[in-house]
């Protein structure tokens, strides 16, 4: 009997210690990857990749750009029928900017940028000759008008 207590109790109290061969294996595993890690994102760093942008084209495009710029009746300013700026803003510095670029994107590829100001009936006159000039500041000459009934 007293035997069995003996293997009873060094089987309960049997500390196993610090295990130290686990801990390596681990630590190892973690090294392998960030080394596999850091050689991949060198390769990719060295990828010569280039960006998409405007490019200049060597012969004419037969087809027009067209933008169409909406005027509403309380003056808010759309440019295919997406809002820009506030309509108390008088100097449109985000439709000046599109405008720019689209005029840069048109020029670059030759083709026409064609510009149609659709205006409401009841649009403030001024909000038109504001219009007009963030159009001259872009470059665009070749601009049309009509009248809508609403958007």
Same mark, same amino acid.
């Given at each position: ?40 994102? +060198?390769?990719? !760093?060295?990828?010569?990749?280039? *960006?998409?942008?405007? =490019?200049?084209? #060597? ?43 689209? +005029?840069?994107? !048109?020029?670059?590829?030759?083709? *026409?940028?064609?510009? =149609?100001?659709? #205006? ?32």
């Amino acid at each position: 009997m007293s035997r069995h207590r003996r293997h009873h109790r060094a089987r309960s109290s049997g500390d196993l210690g610090f295990q130290i061969a686990p801990m390596i294996d681990v630590v190892f595993v973690i090294l392998v990857f960030f080394m596999s890690l850091t050689s991949t994102v +060198k390769i990719e !760093a060295e990828l010569n990749t280039k *960006l998409p942008g405007t =490019t200049v084209t #060597s012969a004419a495009v037969e087809f027009p750009d067209e933008q169409t710029i909406g005027i509403e009746h309380n003056g808010q300013v759309l440019l295919n029928e997406d809002l820009f700026d506030n309509p108390g803003d008088p100097s449109l510095p985000r439709l000046t900017n599109a405008l720019l670029r689209l +005029k840069e994107n !048109a020029d670059a590829s030759k083709t *026409l940028l064609l510009v =149609t100001i659709a #205006s409401d009936p009841k649009a403030p006159y001024h909000r038109t000759i504001e219009v007009l000039n963030a159009l001259a500041v872009a470059g665009v000459a070749n601009v049309t008008f009509t009248v809508s009934d609403g958007f």
